[in-house]
């Protein structure tokens, strides 16, 4: 399958300090990536979309500011946290799909946010 | 929007023993319905998938059943091993919102050798 890869997996970082996260589709090219966010023993959130050269799309209740998101080609998208405050660390997991509607999602293997 | 209800959220059985998970979903226009199975600190995998265009796909040990009708699907996972322990997602996409996946809460399964 396809693979994708988001880096780092792990990262510990002070209050009030900012952290990128990358995502990249290492076989395919991904017009549209998702970004989630997992808190302990919970479902995946979905926190938005990015789109290959445009402004991602947020779900309600997701603080643009809070979360930049750049899709700068078609094979990367990061998730910038800034300002970082403890409430922010979790479990942030990117997803591409190589395909339309009705295809497979496939997850970078997650980020482990922890910020002290 | 889409909404995607998941049970039980924890599920023991015995070694070579089926398990069941059961979800809804709330809107009509979802056309695909996969399953990713997660275990603890990694990415979820996707386990089998079905498209609205048939009712059963099955997979050597994991079967998944959908009525579009009722709106509701289901996964099958025979001969339980304690490998198939991990956290289970069902999911719906397609519809109105497009290409966005909405994930159910989960289902903690644990199998006791």
């Known amino acids: 399958g396809a693979v994708v890869s988001q880096h780092p997996s792990r990262v510990i970082c ?14 395919f090219q991904a017009t549209t990536m998702f970004w989630y966010r997992q808190f302990p023993k919970k479902s995946l959130m979905l926190m938005a979309t990015s ?9 309600q209740g997701v603080e643009k500011d809070k979360f930049l998101i750049n899709h700068a080609s078609l094979t990367l998208s ?5 300002s970082a405050h403890p409430e922010d ?28 | ?19 069941v998970i059961k979800c809804t979903y709330s ?16 990415r979820p995998q996707l386990i089998i998938d079905i498209r609205s265009n048939v009712g059963e796909k099955k997979d050597q040990r994991i079967a998944v059943t ?17 490998e198939d322990s991990a956290v289970y997602f069902c999911a719906a ?15 903690k399964l644990q199998v006791i050798p």
């Not at chain 1, 002070?14 to 076989?27: A, P």
């Not at chain 1, 789109?51 to 947020?58: P, R, V």
């Open chain 2, 27 to 42: 809107d009509s226009a979802s056309n695909y319905f996969p399953w990713y199975k997660q275990e603890l600190g990694k």
């Open chain 2, 93 to 107: 996409s397609g519809g109105l919102r497009g290409q966005k996946v909405t994930f159910g809460t989960g289902t």
């Open chain 1, 89 to 116: 660390s979790s479990f942030y997991i990117c997803s591409a799909r190589s395909g339309g509607r009705q295809t497979e999602a496939f997850f970078g293997q997650g980020t482990r946010l922890t910020v002290v």
């Open chain 1, 51 to 59: 789109n290959e050269g445009s402004k991602a799309t947020y779900e």
């Open chain 1, 78 to 82: 990061t998730l910038t946290v800034t």
């Open chain 2, 66 to 82: 959908l009525n579009k009708t009722a709106k509701h699907f289901s996964l099958h996972i025979t001969e339980t091993q304690p």
């Open chain 1, 14 to 27: 002070k209050s009030g300090t900012s952290v990128k996260i990358e995502c990249r589709s290492l076989d």
């Open chain 2, 1 to 19: 929007g889409e909404n995607v209800e998941q049970h039980p959220s924890t599920l023991s059985v015995q070694e070579g023993d089926s398990a």
